[in-house]
């Protein structure tokens, strides 16, 4: 069955890195658009990127647009999310999903309703 593991969250230091895998089975990765998003309590699941498969187009929310990088290894089925500069308001579950199609829909790629399988999260805090 469809699968996706997030790992690599943790605590780092404002200004500092981290960078977040997106294990993947069940499916063939290289078919498939995969998206990043995150969520603090309270708040709805906030889109952040995604990438596409075959050329690799990749689309950033504004405000980790320079800061954060996705990629991906479709060898490996693995997709990761390099975070950089990292700021306290960058502190929340993580989550990655499976696009429906091979492309990054520019118009729905942020929003959690376009997306039908996730991964169980991986907590990232900000703080000093």
């Known amino acids: 069955q469809v699968q996706l593991a997030e790992s690599g969250g943790g605590l780092a230091q404002p200004g500092g890195a981290l960078r977040l895998s997106c294990t993947t089975s069940?499916?063939?990765?290289?078919?498939?658009?995969i998206a990043w998003f995150r969520q603090v309590p309270g708040k709805e699941r906030e889109g952040l990127s995604c990438i596409s498969s075959g050329d690799g187009t990749t689309y950033y929310r504004d405000s980790v647009k320079g800061r954060f990088t996705v990629s991906r290894d479709n060898v490996n089925n693995t997709v990761y999310l390099q975070m950089n500069s990292l700021k306290p308001e960058d502190t929340a579950v993580y989550y990655c999903a499976l696009d429906r199609t091979t492309y990054c829909s520019p118009t729905y790629y942020l929003r959690p309703d376009w997306y039908s399988y996730w991964g169980q999260g991986t907590q990232v805090t900000v703080s000093s």
């Open positions: 069940g499916f063939t990765l290289g078919y498939y658009a």
